[in-house]
Nanobody
Framework: QVQLVESGGGLVQAGGSLRLSCAAS????????MGWFRQAPGKEREFVAA???????AYTDSVKDRFTISRDNAKNTLYLQMNSLKPEDTAVYYC????????????????????WGQGTQVTVSS
């Protein structure tokens, strides 16, 4: 079992930055692929970024060159640095973890991830 707690969300103006953190506890963190997803009102949850145990990284096209995912296995923490934020980035952001799977590449589908945090709200004003 893995427990995930997100932090770092908030209200920011367009063009600003935020850094989300996800603290993981429970089973081994270093072998899990970790990801960030987001869900805007009235929309389905969508993939944002993911990172494997070997730091293979995947991003959705809309955040490439603006967002950076990283992990600190010593601290059992996942990060998402978000720069040049746009109003369309407004959503609840969720941290997710796969079961330990030694993935060679990062899966991007919601149903690939077994564990989820409660989410943190990110609001970008225009």
């Amino acid at each position: 079992q893995v427990q995930l707690v997100e932090s770092g969300g908030g209200l920011v103006q367009a063009g600003g930055s935020l850094r989300l953190s996800c603290a993981a506890s429970g089973r081994t963190f270093s072998s899990n692929t970790m990801g960030w997803f987001r869900q805007a009102p009235g929309k389905e949850r969508e993939f944002v970024a993911a990172i494997t145990w070997t730091s293979h990284i995947a991003y959705t096209d809309s955040v490439k060159d603006r967002f950076t995912i990283s992990r600190d296995n010593a601290k059992n923490t996942l990060y998402l640095q978000m720069n040049s934020l746009k109003p369309e980035d407004t959503a609840v952001y969720y941290c997710a973890a796969r079961s330990p799977s030694w993935d060679p590449i990062a899966p991007t589908a919601v149903n690939n991830y077994a564990y989820w945090g409660q989410g943190t709200q990110v609001t970008v004003s225009s």
